[in-house]
């Protein structure tokens, strides 16, 4: 009877995971992190912004390009094919890190 009590909140939290990042990015202190990551080709990573300045998510080969990220907005994108995806920070370029998919 006690598992009832504990599904509840579980099906809660589950429910307010954003289920379609599979790696996520955070934007702090003026740098991505972590700077570089691999997934699976198929994945989507989210990226948030946690600094009280404005950022962005720019691919260096235009694959990608997110708006100016405030503080706790976040972006996704889907890397359907595999490679070695550069990106930077159009406010701050020298604010760069790579995806790598396989
Ligand atoms: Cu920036």
């Excluded at 809660?12 to 992190?33: G, M």
């Excluded at 976040?74 to 998919?101: E, L, R």
């Amino acid at each position: 009877m006690k598992f009832r009590f504990l599904a509840l909140p579980l099906l809660a939290l589950l429910a307010a995971a954003p289920a379609f990042a599979d790696a996520t990015v955070t934007i702090k202190n003026f740098d991505y992190s972590p700077m570089d990551i691999t997934i699976k080709a198929g994945e989507t990573v989210t990226w948030k912004n946690l600094d009280g300045e404005p950022h962005t998510v720019v691919s260096t080969d235009g694959a990608f390009r997110s708006k100016a990220l405030d503080e706790n907005d976040s972006f996704s994108f889907k890397f359907d094919k595999p490679g070695t995806y550069k990106y930077i920070c159009s406010i701050h370029p020298q604010m760069k890190a790579t995806i790598t998919v396989k």
